[in-house]
């Protein structure tokens, strides 16, 4: 079973970074993807980043140019790098696992498998 656990969110000025982390713990096939999800106050959850079998990176289009998805994989570790950020960035970030063969149709509404139980990011000046 896998265990995602983000750590990082808290709050910045528009404008502003942050970097999230996730670590990954359990056993993540190697047929599985990594990416992220975030939450609006009122809104439905939305995808942001993720990794497609071959490591290539998706972005929703309201952060490509902005937000930046990486992993170490001696550690573990899945990241999002928030740059220039906005009001509108204001939520809870999940990281998620699937199989690389659904991840691919969270663009148009898929829910992935494995969740992490969230971190906080505020944008505000």
């Known amino acids: 079973q896998v265990r995602l656990v983000e750590s990082g969110g808290g709050s910045a000025q528009p404008g502003g970074s942050l970097r999230l982390s996730c670590v990954v713990s359990g056993h993540l096939s190697s047929s599985d993807c990594l990416g992220w999800f975030r939450q609006a106050p009122g809104k439905q959850r939305e995808a942001v980043a993720a990794?497609?079998?071959?490591?290539?990176?998706y972005y929703a289009s309201a952060v490509k140019g902005r937000f930046t998805i990486s992993k170490d994989n001696a550690r573990n570790t899945l990241y999002l790098h928030l740059n220039k950020l906005k009001t509108e960035d204001t939520g809870t970030y999940y990281c998620?696992?699937?199989?690389?063969?659904?991840?691919?149709?969270?663009?148009?509404?898929?829910?992935?498998?494995?969740w992490g139980q969230g971190t906080q990011v505020t944008v505000a000046s």
């Open positions: 990794f497609d079998d071959d490591d290539t990176p």
């Open positions: 998620v696992a699937d199989p690389c063969s659904t991840m691919r149709f969270v663009w148009i509404g898929s829910t992935p498998r494995t």
